[in-house]
C-alpha cells in the first residue's frame, strides 16, 4: 500500500521545476512530481505530452536545461559518472521492447547485471536468477534463446531481469504494449506483486487506460511538456477537466485553426517574430 508521508525522506523521486528543450524547442515546462516510497506512480499522456523525455530525465539519460531531479536522495545533476553508475544499480529498468540480448539465453540476460556488478560466485548467481524466474513465473525457461520467447514471457524476462539485484525503484516503460487483454492483466498482476513483495516504489509508463487505473497509486497526466494533474486514480476519473476527460475517453481535442500561420507554413516562412508581425 502507498504509505501516506509526503515528507524527502518518504520520497523515491523528486522532480522539481523541471525544464528541457532539444535545440530550441522546449518540451518539459517547469514539470514537478514526487514518487513516494511503496507507491506505483502512472505516468500517462498523449503522444508528444513528453513522457519518454520525463523518463530520461528520471534515469539520469539527459541533463534538464534547468531544474532538480532528485532520485533516491540524490541530485543526478550533482552525481559523477561513477556516483551514478553507483546510483543505478538500486534501480531497474523494463524497457518497452524488452531489450533482452538476442545472442543470449533468457537466464544469462537476467544473470548479466549480477555478473557486471556484483563479486557475487557463479552458483549464488545462478540461484537468483532461478528465484527471479520463479517470481515472473517463467521457472524452467533460463536456457530458451529471446526469439523463443512469446510477447509476454519476454515482458516477463525484461522484469526479471529489472529486478535481478532487489531495486528500491522500478522504472517500467510501456510494459502492457503489444499484448493481448489477458496477458496484459497478468503483467499488471506481475507488478501488483513485485510492489507489495519488495517494497519497491515502481514508475510505470504506460497509454493502457485500464493498466492504469489497475495499478495506480496515483496518476500523473502530462499535456503539451506540462504536468496537468497529479493525483489519485479517482481524484483523475472525476476530474471536469477537457484535456483530461479528452484522454480518459479517447476523444480528439479539436485545435482552432489559425490562418496565418498555416499560410506561413505554405510558404516556407517559418515561424512568426516576436513582435507578431512575421516580417523577415
Keep these: 500500500m502507498t504509505r501516506g508521508s509526503t515528507g524527502s525522506a518518504d ?8 525544464v528541457t528543450h532539444y535545440g530550441d524547442r522546449q518540451i518539459l515546462h517547469n514539470v514537478s512530481l514526487d514518487v513516494r516510497k511503496g507507491e506505483i506512480m ?7 505530452s513528453g513522457k519518454t523525455t520525463l523518463l530520461a530525465h528520471l534515469l539520469g539519460l539527459k541533463a534538464p536545461t534547468s531544474g532538480t531531479v532528485r532520485v533516491l536522495g540524490s541530485e543526478l545533476g550533482r552525481l559523477g559518472p561513477m ?80 529486478i535481478v539485484m532487489d531495486p528500491e525503484l522500478l522504472f517500467c516503460d510501456e ?19 513485485l510492489r507489495d513483495a519488495m517494497g ?29 494533474a497529479l493525483d489519485s486514480v479517482e481524484a483523475i476519473r472525476a476530474s471536469t477537466d477537457t484535456r483530461i476527460q479528452n484522454l480518459l475517453n479517447r476523444r480528439t481535442e479539436e ?3 489559425d490562418a496565418d500561420a498555416y499560410l506561413r507554413r505554405l510558404l516556407g516562412e517559418g515561424a512568426p517574430r516576436q513582435d507578431g508581425t512575421g516580417r523577415t
Excluded at 42 to 48: A, D, L
Excluded at 179 to 193: F, H
Excluded at 213 to 227: Q, T, Y
Design 42 to 48: 502512472v505516468i500517462m499522456g498523449g503522444s508528444g
Design 175 to 193: 510494459p502492457s504494449a503489444g499484448l493481448d487483454p489477458v496477458v496484459a492483466s497478468s503483467i499488471d498482476d506481475l507488478i501488483l506483486r
Design 83 to 162: 556516483d551514478l553508475q553507483k546510483l543505478r544499480t538500486r534501480t531497474g529498468v523494463a524497457f518497452q521492447s524488452g531489450a533482452l540480448f538476442s545472442s543470449m539465453s533468457v537466464g544469462d540476460n537476467i544473470a548479466l547485471p549480477l555478473r557486471e556488478h556484483t563479486d557475487l560466485d557463479r552458483t549464488t548467481i545462478g540461484i537468483m536468477t532461478r528465484l527471479k524466474l520463479e517470481v515472473v513465473s517463467l521457472a524452467g525457461f533460463e536456457d530458451l534463446m529471446p526469439a523463443e520467447l512469446s510477447g509476454g514471457m519476454i515482458k516477463r524476462a525484461a522484469l526479471a531481469r529489472a
Design 200 to 228: 519497491m516504489s515502481i514508475v510505470v509508463v504506460t497509454h493502457d487506460l485500464d493498466s492504469t487505473f489497475k495499478i495506480a497509486d496515483r496518476i500523473c497526466v502530462l499535456d503539451k511538456g506540462k504536468v496537468l
Design 11 to 18: 520520497k523515491s523521486i523528486e522532480v522539481i521545476d523541471l
Design 255 to 257: 485545435a482552432e485553426p
